[in-house]
């Protein structure tokens, strides 16, 4: 699959070295479907190491499609139950139950407890 770098539009932050990169003076590349923000710096040109740059969020994304595939049946059981007339305030509680379920069977499937996914959670937000 080819990348394509160009520019950088926005001011972000260098997957590589961290730095706020201004508008226009950075790489910009399109890497599996994420746009990845680097340096052009002479100690910072490397911008496909960006793309791994917060494992914490990558987790955190694999954790949140887990969830999100696991739900697609749920959903559509629970919204032809509420379309036959079931009372709505029992589905969001089982909507809500199932979520739950959902999460507390990606982090298992992770070897992760509830407390290290609110650590993950942290550091992404951190870095």
């Given at each position: 699959?080819?990348?394509?770098?160009?520019?950088?539009?926005?001011?972000?932050?260098?997957?590589?070295?961290n730095r706020t990169?201004?508008?226009?003076?950075?790489?910009?590349?399109?890497?599996?479907?994420?746009?990845?923000?680097?340096?052009?710096?002479?100690?910072?040109?490397?911008?496909?190491?960006?793309?791994?740059?917060?494992?914490?969020?990558?987790?955190?994304?694999?954790?949140?499609?887990?969830?999100?595939?696991?739900?697609?049946?749920?959903?559509?059981?629970?919204?032809?139950?509420?379309?036959?007339?079931?009372?709505?305030?029992?589905?969001?509680?089982?909507?809500?139950?199932?979520?739950?379920?959902?999460?507390?069977?990606?982090?298992?499937?992770?070897?992760?407890?509830?407390?290290?996914?609110?650590?993950?959670?942290?550091?992404?937000?951190?870095?």
């Amino acid at each position: 699959m080819e990348t394509k770098t160009i520019t950088n539009k926005y001011k972000g932050t260098c997957g590589n070295c961290n730095r706020t990169v201004a508008a226009g003076e950075g790489q910009c590349s399109r890497i599996d479907g994420r746009w990845v923000v680097a340096c052009t710096t002479s100690d910072c040109t490397e911008v496909g190491n960006a793309y791994h740059a917060n494992p914490a969020l990558d987790t955190l994304e694999e954790i949140g499609d887990e969830v999100t595939e696991r739900m697609v049946p749920v959903k559509a059981r629970l919204r032809e139950a509420l379309a036959n007339g079931a009372d709505e305030g029992n589905i969001a509680e089982e909507a809500m139950a199932m979520e739950e379920y959902a999460l507390e069977v990606a982090l298992t499937n992770r070897g992760l407890s509830y407390a290290d996914y609110i650590a993950l959670c942290k550091r992404a937000v951190a870095a």
